[in-house]
Nanobody
């Protein structure tokens, strides 16, 4: 079965950058669309970014457009989230998710079948 392991979170200051990684195993990575979601304290889990199986299509929440970049390496079986110009509002646990083939809506968490354990990102002002 699919396993997802996130890494790269940490404590940074506003304006700093972080790159999250999510290692995929258990199935053929290139058959899976991938997404990043986040849950801030006391809030619902929100969509951040997603990428198609081949990496040719990417999707972003309005709140991160222009600051975050999602990418994937289908040789290393890894999806990345490059986060630049971080803001305190980006503080959350970030989760990687996968979905076999393509979801109908990349931004809906119910479309994804597999989830990682999450990695904490804390941005201080």
């Amino acid at each position: 079965q699919v396993q997802l392991v996130e890494s790269g979170g940490g404590l940074v200051q506003a304006g700093d950058s972080l790159r999250l990684s999510c290692a995929f195993s258990g199935r053929t990575f290139s058959n899976y669309a991938m997404g990043w979601f986040r849950r801030a304290p006391g809030k619902e889990r929100d969509f951040v970014a997603a990428i198609s199986r081949g990496g040719d299509s990417t999707y972003y929440a309005d709140s991160v457009k222009g600051r975050f970049t999602i990418s994937r390496d289908n040789v290393k079986n890894t999806v990345y989230l490059q986060m630049n110009n971080l803001k305190p509002a980006d503080t959350a646990v970030y989760y990687c998710a996968s979905r076999f083939l393509s979801p109908r809506n990349y931004g809906v968490d119910d479309e994804y079948a597999h989830w990682g354990q999450g990695t904490q990102v804390t941005v201080s002002s």
